[in-house]
């Protein structure tokens, strides 16, 4: 049995520690947070530090804490000989990350990040289309994920750049920044960008806007956005043959949903009245399994059944460093 510790105890934390008892191979036996739940299984001891967290007899740790402290977490916890899963985004900056991979390199534990969307049914459809080359080359990709905001949003901790390292960019754009590089296998070296507070009274950004290309002049267009007042997810992929849509995503609240893959394949187009009509295919998915299939990933790469194929320390530093050139190249942080 794997013996497992929760740092960070809020919404996300208590999901993961909902998934974690449905696995068979794992039990939650400690926990650490700034404040005692009120109520907590009789089997798990609430610890008052991460330090006493730490001394526990525990096997491997869970940081879903604010981002200020992510990469400090999950460096200790590694050079106390734990395997460590640590929630989006990986740290505030790269250089943090940095100190994590030294540390993993030295430990020979398993380290995952919770890139969660890599896991939902139609996303994973749409690698399996992309990657059989049925669609031929990839030519293009533009993505749109926006918040709907609320009353208290400028309140919330992930606005203010010291606790978070950003703002919407950092928090929702990263999960397409993510999606894009794994759907493209591209590392995007030429970046145009404008980051700007468009709204909201926050020290952070509210929208984030990049247009982004490969050295095969893969081109990706990016909006990441806290004021389109609605909940809204959008990934378009055009390629030779064809297009692959992923067009909403399943959440908690749902509020994203439905979550649907729609495929179409270029035809009639050399016939007048069919001009730009293609047949599509659209999959609709009920279904979210996303957090289960990611920690079966991280459980079973423990038990040495297979290694991480999604959430890697290499991925998740690509794909921060891909955030944190959005915000060089726009100015906005160094003009503040």
């Given at each position: 049995?794997?013996?497992?510790?929760?740092?960070?105890?809020?919404?996300?934390?208590?999901?993961?520690?909902?998934?974690?008892?449905?696995?068979?191979?794992?039990?939650?036996?400690?926990?650490?947070?700034?404040?005692?739940?009120?109520?907590?299984?009789?089997?798990?001891?609430?610890?008052?530090?991460?330090?006493?967290?730490?001394?526990?007899?525990?096997?491997?740790?869970?940081?879903?804490?604010?981002?200020?402290?992510?990469?400090?977490?999950?460096?200790?916890?590694?050079?106390?000989?734990?395997?460590?899963?640590?929630?989006?985004?990986?740290?505030?900056?790269?250089?943090?990350?940095?100190?994590?991979?030294?540390?993993?390199?030295?430990?020979?534990?398993?380290?995952?990040?919770?890139?969660?969307?890599?896991?939902?049914?139609?996303?994973?459809?749409?690698?399996?289309?992309?990657?059989?080359?049925?669609?031929?080359?990839?030519?293009?990709?533009?993505?749109?994920?926006?918040?709907?905001?609320?009353?208290?949003?400028?309140?919330?901790?992930?606005?203010?750049?010291?606790?978070?390292?950003?703002?919407?960019?950092?928090?929702?754009?990263?999960?397409?920044?993510?999606?894009?590089?794994?759907?493209?296998?591209?590392?995007?070296?030429?970046?145009?960008?404008?980051?700007?507070?468009?709204?909201?009274?926050?020290?952070?950004?509210?929208?984030?806007?990049?247009?982004m290309q490969s050295d095969e002049k893969i081109t990706a267009m990016l909006h990441s956005s806290a004021t389109q007042w609605k909940h809204k997810f959008l990934l378009e992929m055009c390629f030779?043959?064809?297009?692959?849509?992923?067009?909403?995503?399943?959440?908690?609240?749902?509020?994203?949903?439905?979550?649907?893959?729609?495929?179409?394949?270029?035809?009639?187009?050399?016939?007048?009245?069919?001009?730009?009509?293609?047949?599509?295919?659209?999959?609709?998915?009920?279904?979210?399994?996303?957090?289960?299939?990611?920690?079966?990933?991280?459980?079973?790469?423990?038990?040495?059944?297979?290694?991480?194929?999604?959430?890697?320390?290499?991925?998740?530093?690509?794909?921060?460093?891909?955030?944190?050139?959005?915000?060089?190249?726009?100015?906005?942080?160094?003009?503040?």
């Amino acid at each position: 049995m794997i013996k497992v510790a929760i740092a960070g105890f809020g919404k996300i934390g208590q999901v993961r520690a909902n998934e974690l008892e449905k696995n068979e191979h794992t039990k939650v036996v400690a926990i650490f947070d700034i404040k005692e739940p009120e109520t907590l299984d009789k089997d798990i001891k609430f610890c008052k530090s991460y330090e006493e967290l730490l001394e526990e007899d525990i096997d491997a740790v869970f940081v879903c804490a604010f981002n200020n402290v992510l990469a400090d977490f999950t460096t200790l916890a590694l050079n106390a000989g734990k395997h460590v899963f640590c929630e989006k985004p990986p740290a505030r900056t790269s250089n943090e990350l940095l100190t994590v991979i030294d540390a993993e390199k030295k430990s020979n534990l398993i380290l995952k990040y919770g890139f969660n969307h890599r896991y939902h049914y139609s996303i994973i459809e749409a690698k399996k289309i992309v990657d059989s080359g049925s669609m031929g080359k990839l030519l293009w990709l533009r993505g749109v994920y926006g918040k709907a905001g609320s009353i208290d949003y400028d309140k919330n901790w992930r606005n203010y750049r010291e606790q978070s390292g950003g703002g919407i960019l950092i928090d929702q754009g990263i999960h397409m920044l993510d999606l894009m590089r794994y759907f493209s296998g591209q590392a995007f070296t030429h970046i145009n960008s404008f980051v700007t507070t468009s709204y909201w009274d926050i020290e952070s950004e509210d929208n984030a806007f990049a247009i982004m290309q490969s050295d095969e002049k893969i081109t990706a267009m990016l909006h990441s956005s806290a004021t389109q007042w609605k909940h809204k997810f959008l990934l378009e992929m055009c390629f030779e043959e064809g297009y692959v849509n992923l067009d909403g995503i399943l959440s908690g609240t749902r509020s994203y949903a439905p979550e649907s893959l729609v495929v179409g394949r270029r035809e009639f187009e050399d016939i007048t009245f069919a001009m730009g009509k293609p047949r599509e295919t659209i999959t609709w998915f009920e279904n979210d399994d996303s957090w289960k299939l990611e920690v079966d990933e991280f459980v079973d790469a423990i038990l040495g059944k297979t290694t991480i194929k999604n959430g890697t320390s290499k991925d998740a530093y690509e794909t921060l460093r891909l955030v944190e050139r959005i915000y060089e190249n726009s100015g906005f942080y160094s003009d503040k």
